[in-house]
């Protein structure tokens, strides 16, 4: 009886290990971007640098970097009011690009990119 009830238990050790491997696991940060994601960080990349903000983003958003996830689920929570003012699959979109770990750093190197001066060489 008492060997029947540890099997139960390691059953169940098991599967909640095998349940926990998984639910903390993150998608590698080295895979490609689809070809609309990276049109849609240049586009953001673009109005950030046009309107001459790339250094407050900079450094908002390396600050706000590792709570990029957090992030994606409030926007993911607001799509139906964001939907109001602007494109939802664009939302999405971001919400879904926000869940990368390595989003935020492509941004930052796309946006830096931008506003380099013409001619200068980076370090």
């Given amino acids: 009886m008492q060997s029947l009830f540890r099997d139960t238990v390691a ?4 599967k909640v290990r095998a349940g926990l491997r998984h639910a903390f ?14 049109q849609l960080l240049e586009r953001i990349a673009d109005v950030i640098v046009n309107r001459r903000m790339a250094a407050p983003a900079t450094m ?22 964001l939907d109001c003012a602007f ?15 390595d989003t935020v750093t492509r941004l930052i190197a796309i946006i830096e990119a931008k506003s380099a001066p013409q001619g200068a060489v980076a370090q």
């Fill in 87 to 101: 494109n939802t699959k664009e939302v999405e979109q971001v919400a879904r690009l926000l869940e990368r770990r």
């Fill in 11 to 14: 059953e169940k050790l098991a």
């Fill in 25 to 38: 696991a993150v998608q590698p940060e080295n895979q490609p971007l689809a070809v609309e994601d990276v």
């Fill in 60 to 81: 908002f958003l390396e600050s706000m970097g590792p709570m990029n996830f957090l992030g994606s689920q409030a926007l993911h929570f607001l799509t139906p009011i």
